[in-house]
Protein backbone atom coordinates (compact mmCIF):
# COMPACT_ATOMS: atom_id res chain seq x y z
CA UNK A 1 0.00 0.00 0.00
CA UNK A 2 1.50 3.77 -0.79
CA UNK A 3 1.68 5.65 2.50
CA UNK A 4 3.34 8.87 3.10
CA UNK A 5 2.96 12.02 5.30
CA UNK A 6 1.05 13.63 2.70
CA UNK A 7 -2.05 11.28 3.07
CA UNK A 8 -2.92 12.23 6.83
CA UNK A 9 -5.13 14.64 7.37
CA UNK A 10 -4.51 18.27 6.32
CA UNK A 11 -6.30 19.82 8.83
CA UNK A 12 -3.63 19.46 11.57
CA UNK A 13 -1.57 21.62 9.36
CA UNK A 14 -4.36 24.04 9.05
CA UNK A 15 -2.70 26.69 12.08
CA UNK A 16 0.73 26.65 10.05
CA UNK A 17 -0.72 26.68 6.46
CA UNK A 18 0.74 30.22 4.06
CA UNK A 19 -1.30 32.49 3.06
CA UNK A 20 -0.84 33.23 -0.23
CA UNK A 21 -0.64 37.40 -1.35
CA UNK A 22 -3.99 37.49 -3.58
CA UNK A 23 -4.81 39.62 -6.37
CA UNK A 24 -7.69 42.25 -5.21
CA UNK A 25 -9.88 42.04 -7.91
CA UNK A 26 -12.59 39.55 -7.99
CA UNK A 27 -12.64 38.75 -11.32
CA UNK A 28 -9.96 36.62 -12.45
CA UNK A 29 -7.79 35.02 -15.76
CA UNK A 30 -8.68 31.29 -15.41
CA UNK A 31 -7.14 29.51 -17.88
CA UNK A 32 -8.59 25.64 -17.81
CA UNK A 33 -7.16 23.04 -19.42
CA UNK A 34 -8.94 20.23 -20.78
CA UNK A 35 -11.69 22.72 -21.37
CA UNK A 36 -14.02 21.47 -24.02
CA UNK A 37 -14.10 18.14 -22.45
CA UNK A 38 -17.07 16.44 -19.96
CA UNK A 39 -16.00 18.58 -16.77
CA UNK A 40 -14.90 21.99 -18.87
CA UNK A 41 -18.20 22.00 -20.75
CA UNK A 42 -19.99 23.04 -17.78
CA UNK A 43 -17.35 24.74 -16.17
CA UNK A 44 -16.23 27.47 -18.15
CA UNK A 45 -19.86 28.67 -18.71
CA UNK A 46 -20.25 28.99 -14.93
CA UNK A 47 -16.37 30.89 -14.75
CA UNK A 48 -17.79 33.18 -17.33
CA UNK A 49 -20.96 34.14 -16.02
CA UNK A 50 -19.23 35.21 -12.78
CA UNK A 51 -17.04 37.92 -14.52
CA UNK A 52 -13.75 35.68 -14.91
CA UNK A 53 -11.74 35.93 -17.97
CA UNK A 54 -11.29 32.82 -19.31
CA UNK A 55 -8.87 31.03 -21.42
CA UNK A 56 -9.99 27.71 -22.83
CA UNK A 57 -6.95 25.15 -23.88
CA UNK A 58 -8.12 22.36 -26.47
CA UNK A 59 -6.18 20.54 -28.73
CA UNK A 60 -9.64 22.04 -31.34
CA UNK A 61 -10.65 18.57 -31.89
CA UNK A 62 -14.24 18.35 -30.78
CA UNK A 63 -17.39 21.34 -29.55
CA UNK A 64 -18.47 21.22 -25.86
CA UNK A 65 -20.56 18.76 -24.51
CA UNK A 66 -23.44 21.50 -23.80
CA UNK A 67 -24.08 24.59 -26.26
CA UNK A 68 -24.15 27.81 -24.09
CA UNK A 69 -23.26 31.53 -25.61
CA UNK A 70 -21.09 32.20 -22.49
CA UNK A 71 -18.66 30.00 -25.28
CA UNK A 72 -18.76 33.28 -27.06
CA UNK A 73 -16.57 35.27 -24.53
CA UNK A 74 -13.89 32.77 -24.16
CA UNK A 75 -10.78 33.26 -25.60
CA UNK A 76 -9.59 29.85 -27.46
CA UNK A 77 -6.02 28.48 -27.16
CA UNK A 78 -5.26 25.13 -29.37
CA UNK A 79 -2.61 22.85 -27.13
CA UNK A 80 -1.56 18.98 -27.29
CA UNK A 81 0.19 18.29 -24.10
CA UNK A 82 1.44 15.47 -25.51
CA UNK A 83 3.03 16.97 -28.56
CA UNK A 84 3.81 20.63 -27.11
CA UNK A 85 7.57 19.78 -25.31
CA UNK A 86 7.45 22.90 -23.01
CA UNK A 87 3.92 22.62 -22.07
CA UNK A 88 4.03 24.22 -18.65
CA UNK A 89 5.82 26.86 -19.93
CA UNK A 90 3.28 28.10 -22.54
CA UNK A 91 0.19 27.87 -19.39
CA UNK A 92 2.55 30.08 -17.38
CA UNK A 93 3.19 32.72 -20.17
CA UNK A 94 -0.66 33.30 -20.23
CA UNK A 95 0.18 34.57 -16.49
CA UNK A 96 -3.04 33.35 -15.12
CA UNK A 97 -4.15 34.13 -11.77
CA UNK A 98 -5.67 30.43 -12.01
CA UNK A 99 -4.98 27.05 -14.12
CA UNK A 100 -7.68 24.46 -13.86
CA UNK A 101 -6.00 21.17 -14.85
CA UNK A 102 -8.53 19.20 -16.13
CA UNK A 103 -6.30 16.71 -18.41
CA UNK A 104 -2.84 16.10 -16.24
CA UNK A 105 -2.40 12.21 -15.71
CA UNK A 106 1.28 11.47 -15.55
CA UNK A 107 3.51 12.57 -12.27
CA UNK A 108 5.88 14.48 -14.45
CA UNK A 109 3.46 16.36 -16.18
CA UNK A 110 2.60 17.61 -12.48
CA UNK A 111 5.86 18.50 -11.49
CA UNK A 112 6.53 20.07 -14.64
CA UNK A 113 3.36 22.33 -14.34
CA UNK A 114 4.62 23.43 -10.55
CA UNK A 115 7.55 24.17 -11.59
CA UNK A 116 6.42 26.73 -14.33
CA UNK A 117 3.78 27.95 -12.12
CA UNK A 118 5.77 28.40 -9.07
CA UNK A 119 7.44 31.06 -11.01
CA UNK A 120 4.64 33.32 -11.81
CA UNK A 121 1.91 35.20 -9.61
CA UNK A 122 -0.59 32.37 -9.48
CA UNK A 123 -3.22 32.65 -6.72
CA UNK A 124 -4.53 28.73 -7.54
CA UNK A 125 -3.95 25.46 -9.42
CA UNK A 126 -7.03 22.92 -9.30
CA UNK A 127 -5.60 19.73 -10.23
CA UNK A 128 -8.42 16.91 -11.41
CA UNK A 129 -7.65 13.68 -9.72
CA UNK A 130 -10.21 10.77 -9.45
CA UNK A 131 -11.89 8.48 -6.67
CA UNK A 132 -9.31 5.21 -9.05
CA UNK A 133 -6.82 6.92 -6.95
CA UNK A 134 -8.07 5.19 -3.84
CA UNK A 135 -7.95 1.65 -5.09
CA UNK A 136 -9.42 -0.76 -2.65
CA UNK A 137 -11.06 1.17 0.70
CA UNK A 138 -10.86 -0.19 4.03
CA UNK A 139 -13.77 2.12 5.36
CA UNK A 140 -16.65 3.50 4.22
CA UNK A 141 -17.63 6.15 3.33
CA UNK A 142 -13.58 6.95 2.23
CA UNK A 143 -12.47 10.42 3.14
CA UNK A 144 -10.56 12.16 0.31
CA UNK A 145 -6.89 12.19 2.98
CA UNK A 146 -7.30 8.57 3.57
CA UNK A 147 -4.57 6.17 2.95
CA UNK A 148 -4.60 4.94 -0.97
CA UNK A 149 -4.03 1.79 -2.53
CA UNK A 150 -4.58 2.44 -6.33
CA UNK A 151 -5.22 -0.55 -8.35
CA UNK A 152 -3.65 0.58 -11.74
CA UNK A 153 -1.00 2.81 -13.56
CA UNK A 154 -3.52 5.89 -14.06
CA UNK A 155 -5.17 5.76 -10.21
CA UNK A 156 -1.11 5.28 -8.93
CA UNK A 157 -0.28 8.50 -11.56
CA UNK A 158 -2.79 10.44 -9.84
CA UNK A 159 -2.28 9.45 -6.22
CA UNK A 160 0.91 10.26 -6.88
CA UNK A 161 0.55 13.66 -8.37
CA UNK A 162 -1.64 14.22 -5.48
CA UNK A 163 0.92 13.67 -2.57
CA UNK A 164 3.45 15.86 -4.43
CA UNK A 165 1.05 18.84 -5.12
CA UNK A 166 0.26 18.19 -0.63
CA UNK A 167 4.06 18.45 -0.49
CA UNK A 168 5.24 21.22 -2.51
CA UNK A 169 1.89 23.42 -0.53
CA UNK A 170 3.24 22.43 3.14
CA UNK A 171 7.16 22.91 2.18
CA UNK A 172 6.61 26.02 -0.50
CA UNK A 173 3.41 27.39 -0.31
CA UNK A 174 2.20 26.63 -4.00
CA UNK A 175 -1.20 26.87 -4.09
CA UNK A 176 -3.19 23.32 -4.77
CA UNK A 177 -6.23 22.03 -4.56
CA UNK A 178 -7.56 18.36 -5.49
CA UNK A 179 -10.88 17.65 -6.98
CA UNK A 180 -11.38 13.80 -7.14
CA UNK A 181 -14.51 12.89 -9.41
CA UNK A 182 -16.25 10.00 -9.32
CA UNK A 183 -17.68 8.21 -12.28
CA UNK A 184 -18.58 11.45 -14.28
CA UNK A 185 -21.96 11.53 -15.96
CA UNK A 186 -24.51 13.20 -18.09
CA UNK A 187 -25.87 14.05 -21.91
CA UNK A 188 -23.29 13.28 -24.39
CA UNK A 189 -21.13 11.26 -22.22
CA UNK A 190 -20.67 7.07 -22.50
CA UNK A 191 -21.95 6.18 -18.88
CA UNK A 192 -20.68 3.08 -16.69
CA UNK A 193 -23.81 0.76 -16.70
CA UNK A 194 -25.07 -1.56 -14.26
CA UNK A 195 -22.53 -4.45 -14.77
CA UNK A 196 -20.01 -1.74 -14.26
CA UNK A 197 -18.03 -1.29 -17.66
CA UNK A 198 -19.46 1.31 -20.79
CA UNK A 199 -21.56 -1.75 -22.84
CA UNK A 200 -24.74 0.40 -24.23
CA UNK A 201 -26.18 -2.50 -25.01
CA UNK A 202 -26.58 -3.47 -21.25
CA UNK A 203 -29.18 -0.58 -21.33
CA UNK A 204 -30.73 -2.07 -24.55
CA UNK A 205 -31.70 -5.11 -23.02
CA UNK A 206 -33.04 -3.34 -20.08
CA UNK A 207 -35.14 -0.98 -22.29
CA UNK A 208 -36.31 -4.24 -24.26
CA UNK A 209 -37.38 -6.09 -21.20
CA UNK A 210 -34.85 -8.31 -21.11
CA UNK A 211 -32.63 -10.27 -18.77
CA UNK A 212 -29.00 -9.24 -17.43
CA UNK A 213 -26.72 -10.79 -15.33
CA UNK A 214 -24.85 -9.22 -12.71
CA UNK A 215 -21.50 -10.59 -11.18
CA UNK A 216 -21.48 -12.35 -7.86
CA UNK A 217 -24.50 -10.76 -5.85
CA UNK A 218 -24.85 -6.77 -7.41
CA UNK A 219 -23.76 -5.51 -4.13
CA UNK A 220 -20.69 -3.72 -5.42
CA UNK A 221 -20.57 -0.07 -5.88
CA UNK A 222 -20.57 2.56 -8.01
CA UNK A 223 -20.51 6.74 -7.40
CA UNK A 224 -21.60 8.15 -9.99
CA UNK A 225 -21.45 11.71 -10.53
CA UNK A 226 -22.85 14.56 -12.99
CA UNK A 227 -20.42 16.62 -14.42
CA UNK A 228 -22.13 19.86 -13.96
CA UNK A 229 -21.54 18.78 -10.11
CA UNK A 230 -18.27 18.32 -10.50
CA UNK A 231 -18.18 21.94 -11.95
CA UNK A 232 -19.58 23.20 -9.37
CA UNK A 233 -17.12 21.92 -6.91
CA UNK A 234 -13.95 23.52 -8.78
CA UNK A 235 -15.91 26.58 -9.06
CA UNK A 236 -16.50 26.63 -5.39
CA UNK A 237 -12.82 25.58 -4.40
CA UNK A 238 -12.26 28.94 -6.68
CA UNK A 239 -14.29 31.05 -5.24
CA UNK A 240 -13.67 29.92 -1.46
CA UNK A 241 -9.76 29.56 -2.27
CA UNK A 242 -8.25 30.04 1.20
CA UNK A 243 -10.54 26.86 2.83
CA UNK A 244 -9.16 24.43 -0.64
CA UNK A 245 -5.64 25.37 -0.31
CA UNK A 246 -4.03 22.34 0.24
CA UNK A 247 -7.34 20.45 0.41
CA UNK A 248 -8.58 17.03 -1.39
CA UNK A 249 -12.17 17.03 -2.24
CA UNK A 250 -14.73 14.52 -3.84
CA UNK A 251 -16.40 14.91 -6.38
CA UNK A 252 -19.51 12.47 -6.68
CA UNK A 253 -23.14 12.59 -5.96
CA UNK A 254 -24.35 11.98 -2.30
CA UNK A 255 -24.83 8.30 -2.40
CA UNK A 256 -23.08 5.49 -4.03
CA UNK A 257 -25.31 2.87 -6.01
CA UNK A 258 -24.91 -0.85 -5.44
CA UNK A 259 -24.94 -2.83 -9.16
CA UNK A 260 -27.96 -4.04 -8.21
CA UNK A 261 -30.05 -0.39 -7.10
CA UNK A 262 -28.81 0.87 -10.33
CA UNK A 263 -29.79 -2.34 -12.11
CA UNK A 264 -33.62 -1.66 -10.84
CA UNK A 265 -33.74 2.00 -11.47
CA UNK A 266 -32.87 1.04 -14.94
CA UNK A 267 -36.18 -1.26 -15.20
CA UNK A 268 -38.05 0.91 -13.38
CA UNK A 269 -37.03 3.80 -15.61
CA UNK A 270 -38.13 2.13 -18.67
CA UNK A 271 -41.33 0.35 -17.21
CA UNK A 272 -40.17 -2.63 -17.44
CA UNK A 273 -40.37 -5.75 -15.09
CA UNK A 274 -37.07 -6.42 -13.28
CA UNK A 275 -35.34 -9.57 -14.73
CA UNK A 276 -32.26 -9.93 -13.14
CA UNK A 277 -29.61 -12.69 -12.62
CA UNK A 278 -26.42 -13.44 -10.48
CA UNK A 279 -23.49 -15.43 -11.82
CA UNK A 280 -20.00 -16.04 -9.92
CA UNK A 281 -17.46 -13.24 -11.31
CA UNK A 282 -15.74 -16.57 -13.24
CA UNK A 283 -19.03 -17.76 -14.94
CA UNK A 284 -20.31 -13.89 -15.61
CA UNK A 285 -16.85 -12.98 -17.76
CA UNK A 286 -17.87 -16.29 -19.68
CA UNK A 287 -21.30 -14.65 -19.97
CA UNK A 288 -20.09 -11.46 -21.13
CA UNK A 289 -17.38 -13.21 -23.68
CA UNK A 290 -15.97 -10.02 -23.94
CA UNK A 291 -12.49 -9.28 -21.67
CA UNK A 292 -12.19 -5.56 -22.34
CA UNK A 293 -15.39 -5.08 -20.79
CA UNK A 294 -14.84 -7.91 -17.86
CA UNK A 295 -11.47 -5.97 -17.18
CA UNK A 296 -13.27 -2.62 -17.20
CA UNK A 297 -15.61 -4.20 -14.83
CA UNK A 298 -13.00 -5.22 -12.41
CA UNK A 299 -11.38 -2.22 -11.76
CA UNK A 300 -14.95 -0.50 -11.18
CA UNK A 301 -16.44 -3.33 -8.86
CA UNK A 302 -12.37 -3.72 -7.20
CA UNK A 303 -13.17 -0.54 -5.95
CA UNK A 304 -16.78 -0.58 -4.75
CA UNK A 305 -16.74 3.16 -3.11
CA UNK A 306 -18.49 5.02 -1.15
CA UNK A 307 -16.81 8.56 -1.48
CA UNK A 308 -17.55 11.12 1.54
CA UNK A 309 -18.41 14.91 0.43
CA UNK A 310 -18.37 16.18 4.29
CA UNK A 311 -15.56 18.28 3.93
CA UNK A 312 -16.72 19.45 0.29
CA UNK A 313 -19.80 20.79 2.32
CA UNK A 314 -18.38 21.75 5.61
CA UNK A 315 -15.62 23.91 3.83
CA UNK A 316 -17.40 25.06 0.55
CA UNK A 317 -20.90 24.65 0.72
CA UNK A 318 -20.84 21.65 -2.02
CA UNK A 319 -24.17 20.31 -2.13
CA UNK A 320 -24.67 17.88 -5.53
CA UNK A 321 -27.79 18.79 -7.82
CA UNK A 322 -28.11 15.35 -9.07
CA UNK A 323 -28.65 11.77 -7.41
CA UNK A 324 -26.72 8.90 -8.50
CA UNK A 325 -30.20 7.65 -10.21
CA UNK A 326 -30.84 11.54 -11.84
CA UNK A 327 -27.43 11.63 -12.95
CA UNK A 328 -27.85 8.26 -14.75
CA UNK A 329 -31.24 8.83 -16.43
CA UNK A 330 -30.11 12.49 -17.89
CA UNK A 331 -27.31 10.16 -20.08
CA UNK A 332 -29.48 7.62 -20.50
CA UNK A 333 -32.36 10.34 -21.93
CA UNK A 334 -29.48 11.19 -24.15
CA UNK A 335 -28.67 7.67 -25.18
CA UNK A 336 -32.43 7.83 -26.07
CA UNK A 337 -32.34 11.03 -28.41
CA UNK A 338 -29.28 10.21 -30.10
CA UNK A 339 -30.78 6.99 -31.01
CA UNK A 340 -28.40 4.93 -29.11
CA UNK A 341 -30.84 3.26 -27.58
CA UNK A 342 -34.28 2.35 -29.36
CA UNK A 343 -37.62 1.54 -27.53
CA UNK A 344 -39.19 -1.26 -29.34
CA UNK A 345 -42.48 0.23 -30.45
CA UNK A 346 -41.44 3.81 -31.44
Known amino acids: MLRTETENDDSRFAAERPRLQVRGERNMKIVVIGACGHIGSYLVPRLVREGHEVVAVSRGKSRPYVEDPAWEQVEPAYMDRTKDADFAGNIAAMKPDVVVDLINFDLEDTKAMVQALGETNLSQYLFCSSIWAHGRAEFLPADPGAAKEPLDDYGLQKWKSECYLKEQYREHGFPATVIMPGQISGPGWTIINPMGNTDVGVFQKIAGGEEICLPNFGMETLHHVHADDVAQLFDLAIRHRD ?104
Open 243 to 346: RALGESFHAVAEEAMTLYGYALGMYRYFGREPKIRFLSWEKWCQYVGDEALTEHTYYHIARSGQYSIENGKRLLGYQPGFTTLETVIAAVESYLERGLIRIQGE
